[in-house]
């Protein structure tokens, strides 16, 4: 596994290294040294998927408060996504900053997320799905999220979402984001 260092404090894109014969392939998705080589949490607790049925789905932002915060890593296992990380951390170095990256079915590429910073994702094709693995088990009291078209972060989306959920809709920004 190859692991690149994003702006976006303590996040990382990873990407695996397939090794190929005339089977197919053989690719490493996690292994816990690396993980602890590179300062990561490796610690998985929970994993989750999300299919989404159209382009264009946007979900997100979406954290965990503490004492419930969670690092996660994220792959497009089916389709394609633009994930995005975006830094509500007031404390952190890259705090207001974002960050999109193209994760495909096909290229393999990972993001780990970590702990306090918020993530969401545009499908950029119709029946996309996402692997989500998590280093704390789901607290619903603890979800937090930012509004995905917050003026503060200026997220450039790759296109206008046309599927969001209320509750998304309904997520403050970055200066109503309430202080824990």
């Given at each position: ?158 296109r206008r979402p046309d599927v969001i959920s209320d509750r998304d ?12």
């Open positions: 596994m190859k692991f690149v260092p994003t702006d976006i404090f303590g996040a990382w894109l990873i990407v695996a290294e397939p090794i190929e014969d005339e089977r197919g392939s053989f690719a490493r998705l996690f292994c816990r040294r690396e993980f602890e080589a590179h300062g990561l949490n490796p610690e998985l607790v929970q994993c989750s998927t999300s299919f989404n049925r159209r382009s264009g789905t946007l979900r997100g932002l979406h954290f965990q408060a503490e004492p419930h915060a969670e690092d996660k890593i994220v792959r497009c296992t089916r389709g394609a996504i633009f994930d995005v990380v975006a830094d509500p951390r007031p404390a952190s170095p890259s705090y207001r900053q974002w960050r999109g990256f193209d994760l495909t079915a096909d290229n393999l590429a990972m993001l780990y997320v970590p702990r306090g910073v918020a993530h969401g994702f545009l499908t950029l094709r119709d029946d996309s799905e996402i692997l989500y693995q998590m280093s704390a088990f789901y607290h619903a009291e603890s979800a937090r999220g930012v509004r995905w078209d917050d003026p503060a972060l200026a997220i450039r989306w790759p809709r309904g997520l403050p920004t970055l200066a109503n984001l309430p202080k824990d």
